[in-house]
């Protein structure tokens, strides 16, 4: 038979998995970010031990062990940030700012604790990058221009 037509088993065809990527540089966290990744810790621990004894496919078993191992990592690595003063922009900060004549609000975070959409950005998102260590009164260069953003305010994030 030709080496074509010969299948030893569904296996071989499958998508390799990969680890989740970890994003690069330090895994620095504010407390709520560190709670977090103890929570997902825990939250995967008993996923994992609930599908192996519900006798679970082993897909679904190895996707949560992938899981867990991600946010293992993301726990040994945590490196908790100091509270911030609220005298410059640091992770743990919320901070109102102008940007092309709008006024904005983000809080500087964590990168497990980020959530764009609910204006929580991680410290190394590029405007983050912009606004780490201003003060209010600044103007800051980004995106090619000197005087983008006008940092207003700065209160330590709840």
Known sequence: MSVAFRRDGDDEHLEPKF???IPPG????TATGLALIDAKVVEFEAEVARLGAAGAE?????AAKRDLRYWQ??????????VPSGETVEIGTLVRFRQNGKERALAIVGDDEA????????FSAPIARALLHAQVGELLEFGGRADALEVLQIDVAP
Do not use: D, M
């Open 19 to 21: 680890e989740i990527p």
């Open 26 to 29: 330090p895994n620095l966290v």
């Open 58 to 62: 082993p897909t679904r078993i190895e």
């Open 73 to 82: 990592t993301r726990q040994i690595t945590a490196e908790l940030v100091p």
């Open 115 to 122: 959530q764009p959409g609910a204006g929580r950005i991680a």
